[in-house]
């Protein structure tokens, strides 16, 4: 058995370097090693041979001679690094998302101070994920950014392709449309890959450009990159990310004003998505649904459904304010199109009181809603200032087409 006196190295890195591939034990055992064995060499319960040593290297996309280095002691400033890193991974798991980012930071500035540039970028990368995860976009945009101007990005076309995944989903939930459809056409460009990771952040990557171009009014193009996304899923996708697929062909038919090929999408999602395998995501599924169904004025039992499983899981997970929000407007939607105006104001008038914390696009959509009900209400001059707010809150997001239906909504009064 190897030393442990400085720090053992071997089963944290290598558990290190198979979570920031996202890879489970039986993927990185590959057809000769099981999943079980590899929790053996991650637990130090074995000793990693020459054979096993190129197999991991293999899998990993590293020199043998880099892996089989991990045996040997580390200085206690890279044990610690290696710790923090393994905290961040396990907070991530647990979806801890504060910890994970705070681990993941500290992580990272060992890394720096090391001159370890991979660690470095790994857990950056990790950080600016959890602060996204956990609503703090204008921190994670900071992370990112130092991340697409790394060596190591600019070399890499994988990291690259990460990167800009991420980044472009950061600025969509900001409301900052132009720079989300940017950088993930930047991404999707790249292509992908030759890895599952690299696939799964292609497809990701593709549903954020559908997602900012429908947000900017730009439909046809959001249904052309719908068809590259279906032709994805065969019956060896793995039935969450055929579910996702589903979701977001469906999100697009709705706007479209497509509804039966939205109903027929959104229900393969509806049995694909496990609440079970992913809470938050569920949340998410239930709360889209329930937005472009109202959005395309479908008033029936399966929209009020949705929107309820999206009150219910958002308070499970827990929703952060800008959250607790949106899931409120889709009840002032549904308050408006049952008729129940006062009931739909009332709770305009709280999201109008904090729609600061919202992304433009999303506070534009709350001050259409709140001009629409206040104009049935017969109170104009009200109905006025919300649609012109509305409108400046659609151009500040670059949804230009929208900020044309406010300034519709508005000449209709004023005429």
């Not at 992304?359 to 104009?375: E, K, N, V």
Request: glycine share 6%; hydrophobic share 45%.
């Amino acid at each position: 058995m190897r030393s442990n006196s400085v720090g053992s190295s071997f089963g944290d890195r290598l558990k290190h370097e198979r979570l920031s591939r996202n890879l489970s034990q039986g993927e990185l055992g590959g057809e000769l090693y099981s999943a079980s064995y590899i929790s053996l060499l991650e637990n130090a319960h074995r000793e990693p041979t020459a054979e096993i040593i190129n197999q991991l290297a293999e899998q990993l996309q590293l020199a043998p001679s880099s892996v089989a280095a991990w045996d040997q002691a580390v200085f206690p400033e890279e044990s610690e690094c290696l710790r923090l890193s393994l905290c961040a991974r396990q907070s991530w798991d647990t979806r801890d998302y504060s910890g994970a980012a705070s681990n993941a930071t500290a992580a990272a500035r060992l890394a720096c101070a090391n001159d370890d540039a991979v660690t470095w970028w790994h857990m950056t990368f990790l950080a600016a994920t959890s602060l996204l995860r956990n609503g703090e976009q204008s921190e994670a945009a900071a992370n990112l950014r130092k991340l697409l101007g790394h060596s190591l990005t600019v070399e890499s076309d994988a990291l690259a392709l990460r990167a800009n995944q991420v980044m472009a989903s950061v600025m969509l939930a900001n409301g900052q449309l132009a720079e989300a459809i940017s950088h993930a056409t930047a991404a999707v460009e790249i292509g992908s890959g030759d890895s599952p990771e690299e696939f799964s952040a292609y497809l990701l990557a593709l549903q954020t450009l559908i997602g900012a171009l429908s947000e900017a009014g730009r439909l046809d193009e959001a249904w052309i990159h719908t068809l590259v996304l279906a032709e994805a899923v065969t019956d060896e996708t793995p039935p969450q990310m055929a579910g996702e697929i589903h979701w977001v062909i469906g999100n697009v038919a709705f706007i479209r004003q497509d509804t039966r090929t939205g109903l027929e999408h959104h229900a393969k999602a509806s049995r694909l998505l496990s609440p079970t395998a992913d809470l938050s995501r569920w949340a998410q599924f239930n709360k889209a649904t329930a937005w472009v169904r109202l959005r395309a004025g479908v008033v029936e039992p399966a929209t009020l459904q949705a929107i309820e499983r999206s009150e219910l899981a958002h308070s499970v997970v827990g929703a952060t304010p800008a959250e607790t929000l949106e899931v409120s407007l889709l009840r002032a939607r549904w308050n408006f199109l049952t008729d129940d105006l006062q009931g739909a104001l009332e709770l305009l008038d709280v999201i109008d009181a904090q729609h600061e914390l919202l992304a433009p696009h999303i506070a534009g959509d709350a001050s259409l809603l709140r001009g629409s009900t206040l104009q049935a209400m017969a109170r104009l001059d009200d109905a006025y200032a919300a649609f012109e707010s509305a409108h400046e809150q659609f151009t500040q997001a670059g949804a230009h087409e929208r900020a044309a239906e406010a300034q519709a909504s508005m000449a209709e009064i004023r005429n």
